[in-house]
């Protein structure tokens, strides 16, 4: 099994790839459904977008750092090429850096927080982005709530990531603020069972 380690935030190797965590904290999924009732109706889940790429890993939008491009400057761009959606270097927060122990590759993590119509919007158009028939298999939205040994969070950290994307969607579990305090802690203890 690949041991991933933590860079310093940041950290450039020989080559580096930027990639983005499109994050809505405001999306709720039992809205439109009357099998739910009052607070469980209207309870706010956070989603994450992420890929299936045609190897079918999944990871998070984006690539490889071209020649003389910043970080920001490729997690935008591609953005734009894989998903078609259009960030700003401003919106964007590099939340961590990873790479293979002794290896001369590093995957930098950036968020930007959106709304539930940008979001929404990402996944409609996501097919109109000019790498999307090359590099994605699907889009995927993944609610961020952990709701007991059955919950779909816990089932999709079993798929296959790429390179590193696991490990950085439990950074951003854990750093991100997406899970309340005893959802985060019952999801950790959860991972440890199943290991």
Known sequence: MTKFIELETGKELPKNGAFVAIICRTIRPNEHYDKYEGDDRLRQVPHVLMQFRWDMTVGFPGGKVDPGETLPQACVREALEEIYVTLKEEQIKLLCSHGKEGGSFA??????????????????????????????????????????????????????????????????LERGGLLQEEERKALWDALVRQA
């Open 107 to 172: 995957a930098h993590l950036f968020t930007v927080d959106v709304d539930e119509e940008t979001f929404q919007k990402a996944r409609l158009e996501s097919l109109k982005a000019a790498d999307a028939a090359a590099e994605v298999a699907g889009l995927v939205a993944i609610p961020l709530a952990y709701d007991g040994p059955h919950s779909p969070l816990l089932t999709f950290l079993k798929s296959q990531f790429a390179f590193s994307a696991r490990l950085e969607l439990l950074i951003l």
